[in-house]
């Protein structure tokens, strides 16, 4: 997903990894949208998710920089749903992220910090409702 700090053409991406099962978020990066950015990103995924399967859009930097035995890269809507569902509530619910905001950060420290803050409360949230499920 795309944002912008100070200015709409800084735009800086925000890829996002995403646990299916308990919808937290294990992994992002805040950058542009290269395969040096997207190296990044991987190195930034939790650990204990680096070696499982994972699936996304047909961006050609993640062909590149994931395994392709264990990336599948789908043109399918229905595979990235879980991610589009988590950009549509972290847009709604973070103001700096809207494409047409009079909010927006102008400073990139301080855009980093904002999600940061605001994905440690998300996965807080999303942790209970997991708990809820399972007990």
């Not at 990044?40 to 920089?65: E, G, R």
């Not at 950009?87 to 709604?92: C, E, H, K, M």
């Not at 905001?101 to 807080?124: C, D, E, P, R, T």
Request: aromatic share 12%; with cysteine; net charge positive.
């Amino acid at each position: 997903m795309w944002t912008f700090v100070k200015k709409r053409d800084n735009k800086q991406w925000l890829w996002l990894a995403l646990c299916r099962r308990t919808k937290q978020i294990v992994g992002y990066y805040i950058g542009d949208r290269g395969i040096k950015a997207c190296k990044q990103f991987k190195v930034n995924i939790a650990p204990s998710y680096q070696n499982l399967i994972t699936k996304s859009d047909m961006w050609k930097a993640y062909s590149k920089t994931f395994d392709p035995c264990l990336h599948e890269c789908s043109e399918y809507r229905g595979e990235t749903s879980h991610i589009e569902r988590c950009n549509a509530t972290v847009r709604a619910r973070m103001g700096r992220l809207v494409r047409k905001s009079l909010s927006f950060s102008k400073q990139q420290a301080m855009h980093i910090s904002a999600i940061h803050v605001f994905i440690n409360k998300y996965n807080a949230q999303k942790a209970k409702e997991y708990e809820k499920l399972t007990t």
